[in-house]
């Protein structure tokens, strides 16, 4: 093998590789940008829990709604009970904490939790995230009428939040992960909209 071929396999070889520099430059890098991508990564798990709640809540306010005006009959849902375990079907009384998640029945009587004994039909079994609390406006079963009014005339509102930690705290709402609330009017209209930052969650 002639000297000067011998020279350009060398050169190809040494030319395939990385330098030592040329290495700890890319990793550099790459720690940097998992520095910057990290905590937008976790917000945006954050931001999709509060939004899969608030339509969630949204789509359940309206099915209620929907369902007392079609069977002209009570609507209600109620807070699962804060003790409940996964499918159980138990309401939380005169409680304002929707973190558990919810149940909605059709009753024939206004304002009463749900209870199997007695002649009402489970229409949704609703869990939360355990990094999401939703909170209400006012404690308690939420009824609508076969109107679709919400029985008493009063409007109530749900505050949707991000955990900053699992737990029984209320969430917050932050400027990279807004809190949301949903609002169903005493004509039961319903809406959403953001919560300002630093806001009340609950």
Aim: net charge positive; with cysteine; charged share 15%.
């Amino acid at each position: 093998m002639s000297i000067e071929l011998g020279t350009q396999i060398h050169q190809r070889s040494h030319r395939a590789g990385f330098s030592l520099i040329e290495l700890m430059v890319a990793i550099t890098v790459l720690a940097i940008l998992a520095a910057i991508a990290l905590p937008n990564f976790r917000s945006m798990i954050r931001r999709n829990g509060v939004s899969t709640q608030v339509n969630a809540m949204y789509s359940d306010l309206q099915y209620a709604r929907s369902e007392a005006i079609t069977t002209r009959s009570f609507v209600s849902l109620c807070p699962r009970s804060t003790t409940a375990v996964a499918g159980e079907k138990a309401c939380g009384g005169a409680s304002n904490q929707f973190d558990r998640g919810w149940l909605a029945y059709a009753s024939s009587t206004s304002g009463a939790d749900y209870d199997t004994g007695k002649p009402q039909s489970l229409l949704q079994l609703r869990e939360s995230a355990p990094n999401v609390s939703v909170r209400s406006s006012a404690n308690g079963v939420l009824t609508l009428n076969s109107r679709g009014e919400v029985v008493g005339g009063v409007s109530r509102e749900f505050m949707v939040c991000a955990k900053a930690t699992a737990g029984t705290g209320a969430g917050e709402s932050t400027r990279s992960v807004p809190g949301k609330r949903v609002v169903i009017t005493a004509s039961g209209r319903v809406s959403a909209a953001d919560i300002a930052v630093a806001g009340s969650c609950g």
